[in-house]
């Protein structure tokens, strides 16, 4: 699914569940100047993330091995449980978490958030029923394959879900790290995809808040000389 948007920004301010202040998701070319707006860069991490939707439908054992040239020749890799919940963190919210904007409406910010991050990544699930307000988007790839010494689950592998479900009034909306799922690692299913990363092939932009303190800072200086010279 094509990107709502080319730029997200999402500012934390006064978390209490995190000391970050502020990160920046942004939406950047996989081929540079095509405006595919197939990666999102993490400027809190200087990690590029892939669109899940692209490994869709493939295993993990067929993602690793080289499928689409991903891991062997465009330098990605698969993403850590813990590095997903480090994005989480940036994208403002907690993992393994179920927000409910009908129950709790102060989390209404927080489902937004998740909502943003799926639109984001490109949902790999999608449902709709036909007749009712039921709506379903879900970004749902493999991570790192921890499970692979493990001979009590041989052949297994975690993966993670990000998504929302929209029921009347009510939104759901979460942020799973997949350290409480599994599936078979040579299975291939359709609305799976894989959490691949890399670090970022390109010289970091200074954000906008970074823009903003270091104007305020050379006309602060400014100010300074000007004070400096003789009248």
């Not at 052949?155 to 929302?164: C, H, K, M, Q």
């Given at each position: 699914m094509k990107k709502h948007f080319t730029t997200l920004v999402i500012s934390l301010l006064g978390m209490s569940s995190a000391t970050l202040t502020h990160a920046a998701l942004i939406t950047r070319d996989f081929v540079g100047g095509s405006g595919d707006a197939l990666l999102t860069y993490d400027s809190d991490t200087g990690l590029e993330w892939l669109d899940t939707t692209l490994t869709d439908g493939r295993s993990f054992t067929e993602v690793k091995a080289g499928w689409g040239g991903w891991t062997t020749t465009?330098?990605?890799?698969?993403?850590?449980?813990?590095?997903?919940?480090?994005?989480?963190?940036?994208?403002?919210?907690?993992?393994?978490?179920?927000?409910?904007?009908?129950?709790?409406?102060?989390?209404?910010?927080?489902?937004?958030?998740?909502?943003?991050?799926?639109?984001?990544?490109?949902?790999?699930?999608?449902?709709?029923?036909e007749g009712s307000p039921l709506q379903r988007r879900s970004v749902m790839g493999f991570v790192a394959d921890d499970y692979s010494d493990n001979p009590d689950y041989a052949?297994?592998?975690?993966?993670?879900?990000?998504?929302?479900y929209q029921l009347g009034w009510t939104t759901y909306a979460?942020?799973?790290?997949?350290?409480?799922?599994?599936?078979?690692?040579?299975?291939?299913?359709?609305?799976?995809?894989?959490?691949?990363?890399?670090?970022?092939?390109?010289?970091?932009?200074?954000?906008?808040?970074?823009?903003?303190?270091?104007?305020?800072?050379?006309?602060?200086?400014?100010?300074?000389?000007?004070?400096?010279?003789?009248?």
């Open positions: 465009s330098g990605f890799r698969y993403a850590t449980m813990a590095e997903l919940r480090r994005l989480f963190v940036s994208a403002g919210v907690m993992p393994n978490f179920l927000y409910d904007t009908y129950s709790t409406p102060s989390d209404v910010t927080d489902v937004d958030r998740i909502i943003a991050l799926t639109r984001l990544f490109g949902p790999t699930f999608i449902y709709e029923d052949g297994f592998g975690r993966y993670a879900d990000v998504g929302f979460w942020a799973q790290d997949g350290s409480s799922t599994q599936v078979q690692r040579s299975g291939q299913y359709g609305g799976l995809g894989s959490f691949l990363v890399r670090e970022s092939v390109i010289t970091p932009v200074p954000e906008p808040t970074t823009l903003a303190l270091s104007g305020v800072g050379l006309l602060a200086l400014l100010a300074l000389r000007r004070n400096d010279k003789p009248f």
